[in-house]
């Protein structure tokens, strides 16, 4: 596949710039959308210059390392639009996160993909990712549903129940519209770079099986340690 160049790649800021423009001419604030492109090109600037590094070495403690400092950050801005409690449920996120998303990288890498090294950061950091950023999309969707539903209903099982199916909307609409309507982002990426498309689609098929797991047991992890959360706040309401 060809190398993207600078030039090239500069024609995708085309419809960004049509976005913004009618963003500003609708009156709209484009402070948000411009800070989220500004930091999406630096972080992967950076990230590559650092996954290159990282992949010219020989060792798991950069790997591992990268893994934390990424469990860490799918915790704090999966609670980003949440203003309570922010301390105790970054530690449910956190715990959620890593149980689930752990547990799922392990059986994707060692058990289907057969990483050798089992650190190879090749294999690892780009799974991870995908796993970690699916969870941290979950527990967004499943901690701010359950908030608005337990402080209208005070049933913590309703309310669990609710959130958990809320949760994983956005990953059935995907696993519904796989093949039909989208073709997902490793299966492209793989068919551009001329891998045989019926290959591309099993390594879509572990992608799919792979964040839909995650994402249902992060939820359903972080749900069922909001529970005591949920419990003392029904005891502050009634006494």
Same mark, same amino acid.
């Not at 699916?134 to 901690?143: D, E, P, V, Y």
């Given at each position: 596949?060809?190398?993207?160049? @600078?030039?090239? @790649?500069?024609?995708?800021? !085309?419809?960004?710039?049509?976005?913004?423009?009618?963003?500003?001419?609708?009156?709209?604030?484009?402070?948000?959308?411009?800070?989220?492109?500004?930091?999406?090109?630096?972080?992967?600037? @950076?990230?590559?210059?650092?996954?290159?590094?990282?992949?010219?070495?020989?060792?798991?403690?950069?790997?591992?390392?990268?893994?934390?400092?990424?469990?860490?950050?799918?915790?704090?801005?999966?609670?980003?639009?949440?203003?309570?409690?922010?301390?105790?449920?970054?530690? @449910?996120?956190?715990?959620?996160?890593?149980?689930?998303?752990?547990?799922?990288?392990? !059986?994707?890498?060692?058990?289907?993909?057969?990483?050798?090294?089992?650190?190879? %950061?090749?294999?690892?950091? %780009?799974?991870?990712?995908?796993?970690?950023?699916?969870?941290?999309?979950?527990?967004?969707?499943?901690?701010?549903?359950?908030?608005?539903?337990?402080?209208?209903?005070?049933?913590?099982?309703?309310?669990?129940?609710?959130?958990?199916?809320?949760?994983?909307?956005? !990953?059935?609409?995907?696993?519904?519209?796989?093949?039909?309507?989208?073709?997902?982002? #490793?299966?492209?990426?793989?068919?551009?770079?001329?891998?045989? %498309?019926? !290959?591309?689609?099993?390594?879509?098929?572990?992608? #799919?099986?792979?964040?839909?797991?995650?994402?249902?047991?992060?939820?359903?992890?972080?749900?069922?340690?909001?529970?005591?959360?949920?419990?003392?706040?029904?005891?502050?309401?009634? %006494?």
């Amino acid at each position: 596949m060809n190398t993207i160049s @600078l030039f090239d @790649l500069t024609l995708g800021l !085309i419809p960004v710039v049509i976005t913004l423009s009618l963003m500003v001419y609708w009156s709209l604030s484009v402070r948000t959308a411009l800070i989220s492109i500004f930091r999406m090109l630096i972080q992967l600037l @950076l990230i590559g210059y650092a996954l290159n590094f990282i992949f010219g070495i020989n060792s798991s403690w950069p790997v591992l390392l990268i893994l934390c400092v990424m469990l860490l950050a799918a915790s704090w801005i999966s609670l980003s639009t949440l203003s309570i409690n922010f301390r105790q449920l970054f530690l @449910l996120s956190l715990t959620a996160i890593s149980i689930s998303g752990l547990f799922t990288l392990f !059986i994707t890498t060692q058990g289907i993909l057969h990483a050798d090294p089992w650190y190879s %950061p090749q294999i690892i950091i %780009p799974i991870a990712g995908m796993i970690f950023s699916n969870s941290m999309n979950t527990i967004s969707l499943a901690a701010e549903r359950f908030t608005s539903e337990f402080d209208r209903s005070k049933d913590y099982l309703r309310s669990r129940n609710i959130a958990f199916q809320t949760a994983l909307i956005p !990953i059935s609409n995907s696993l519904l519209a796989v093949g039909l309507v989208s073709l997902p982002g #490793m299966m492209t990426g793989q068919i551009l770079s001329g891998v045989s %498309p019926l !290959i591309a689609v099993r390594y879509q098929i572990m992608v #799919m099986l792979m964040i839909f797991g995650s994402a249902g047991i992060t939820a359903a992890i972080f749900l069922q340690l909001m529970k005591k959360i949920a419990l003392e706040e029904k005891v502050k309401v009634n %006494p």
